[in-house]
């Protein structure tokens, strides 16, 4: 009975710092001309620990001190911050101009873009 007692204590002795280090980390993600982003994937950056931001822009992640969180979303560039003893990182992503190509789908179920197309095509005008 010691024994087991004793190790129970020695488990609870060695977790308890480790759970101690982790905290909250809570943010928002706003645009270059500062309106909240909703759905921005927010990632620790080597775990698969990540959540998305709300419809205002804020999230809520627990991460330990020394780790980076990624902020990811379609049409901004990634952005990386460092956590330090900080309990709060707001993040402003900036918008990428891409340029977008037209896809066709053919009937076989590939795409390609429209211009690589050997076959001919049909226009119906109403």
């Excluded at 809570?26 to 931001?53: A, I, Y």
């Amino acid at each position: 009975m010691k024994k087991i007692l004793s190790v129970l204590m020695g488990i609870v002795l060695v977790a308890a710092p480790a759970f101690a280090q982790q905290k909250t980390v809570t943010g928002k993600v706003t645009s270059e001309q500062g309106t909240p982003l909703p759905d921005v994937t927010v990632v620790v950056k080597g775990t698969n620990v990540r959540t998305s931001t709300n419809s205002e822009g804020n999230y809520s992640i627990r991460v330990e001190p020394g780790q980076v969180l990624q902020f990811r979303a379609i049409g901004a560039a990634p952005v990386e911050r460092a956590v330090a003893a900080e309990d709060f990182v707001n993040v402003q992503l900036a918008r990428v101009a891409t340029s977008l190509n037209a896809v066709v789908v053919t009937a076989l179920g590939q795409t390609a873009q429209q211009r690589a197309l050997g076959t001919a095509k049909q226009t119906i005008r109403s």
